[in-house]
């Protein structure tokens, strides 16, 4: 399958999608050792900003792509692409340092919030660029 021929409403459908897996990452162990484990929602400080932005950015996604009128004030595009570029550049900070963790390793959690924030960003920004 070649990216090039994707539509944009499968572009904006696999950004919706892929904030909805990172809503649902942020319930997912992303550091542990041993029987212990850490999930993104107590890791985070107010992890219901990141929840929120994932989810806004994920409807307004798939309201263009099923082409749901919205408000004329909200640019969906680019509110939803500057609403997963915050997600993703905190999951990544997470992921290369982690802060007050000590000897918690990284767990599959954490793998999966952060290849869904690159997508659902990646495909964000695709889509806002291809319109500008």
């Not at 990216?3 to 459908?13: G, I, P, V």
């Amino acid at each position: 399958m070649n990216l090039k021929d994707l539509t944009r409403e499968q572009k904006m459908l696999g950004a919706a999608a892929a904030c909805g897996v990172f809503v649902i990452s942020l319930f997912l162990p992303w550091f542990g050792a041993g029987d212990l484990s850490i999930d993104g929602a107590d890791l985070l400080p107010s992890y219901w900003i990141f929840l929120i932005m994932a989810l806004l950015a994920g409807g307004m996604f798939a309201a263009e792509a099923f082409d749901i009128e919205l408000p004329e004030q909200v640019e969906p595009v680019k509110l939803g692409a500057l609403l997963t570029l915050f997600p993703a550049v905190v999951t990544i900070a997470w992921f290369l340092d982690a802060p007050g963790v000590g000897d918690a390793g990284r767990q599959w959690g954490l793998f999966v919030a952060l290849i869904a924030s690159i997508v659902a960003a990646g495909l964000a920004i695709w889509i806002w660029r291809e319109e500008n």
